[in-house]
């Protein structure tokens, strides 16, 4: 409990630090909310009764306190640009982020701890040094650039979905499900690529200890040490780069949803900074960094369990 209780301070004050920062940074570039909302129609009179009407003149420290006490009672305030409440607006999004992230997770999982292994028991071989090879290439391709590709083989060539023609998951989930399939896979290919390099890596050096060499006296079989032995040990950072790669991803995923035409958290979040949109953009700033911290403190409580001999304290 005091762990836990720690790592929920550590939060609140990353959270607090975050917005804080977000907040100051939208005052000091350049551009105006209440220009961008008049557009056409701003006038230096309208433009300083709008701003009245908002709370801009108001400095910037008093602008964050009311902005983090009405938060703290669950209102997270009016969008400046659809004069709607911000929290309807990001309660939407919110599944659609978290589906594309769990889905690239899985795939990552699935595609990277089997060819680890792999390449670990057949290091040297030809099919090893192939995967080397397209390993370092895949991580050396940003994931924006994986997205085009694989819109242009899997949309364009093969037809197996149609870009930008998004499936809401409230009409036909399963449709939505297949369409995220796709950038998902745009999502997961680096982070698989380096988790299959680090499994390799783990594998082989946990192979190389005395307690395997052991194992092997006792009469034991390859594929029993491996599976009991080896792999138990050789996983531990491994899920400390899965649980990074988590957090990562529903980071990243931001970038993805505007190349595939998704309206998730990122995609609403890069509008809502062209038309600073201060509500919309603090809301998804704390949405995006409450998820990533409580998997950050799920994966150390993961780690803790898989190696005892690592207290969480």
Sequence with gaps: MKYVGKKLLTMILTLFAVTLFVFLAFHVISGDPATSMLGTEATPARISALREELGLNDPVLVQYGRWAVNFLKGDMGTSYSYRMPVGDMV????PVTMTLTIL???MMVIIAIPLGIYTARHAGGVVDRTIYIINQVI???PPFFSGILITLLFGRIFKLFTPGAYVSYEKDFLGFVGYLLFPALAIALPKAAMAVKLLRS???GE???DYVR???SRGNRTRDVLYLHVLKNALIPVVTFLGM???DMIAGSIIIEQVFSIPGLGRILLTSISNRDYPVVLAVIVCIAVLVLVVNMVVDLIYGLIDPRISVE
């Design 214 to 216: 052991t194992a092997y």
């Design 139 to 141: 991580m050396a391709v």
């Design 104 to 106: 690239a997770f899985f």
């Design 91 to 94: 309660s939407d999004k919110i």
């Design 207 to 209: 192979s190389k200890l």
């Design 202 to 204: 783990s594998v082989i």
């Design 245 to 247: 790669a988590l957090a």
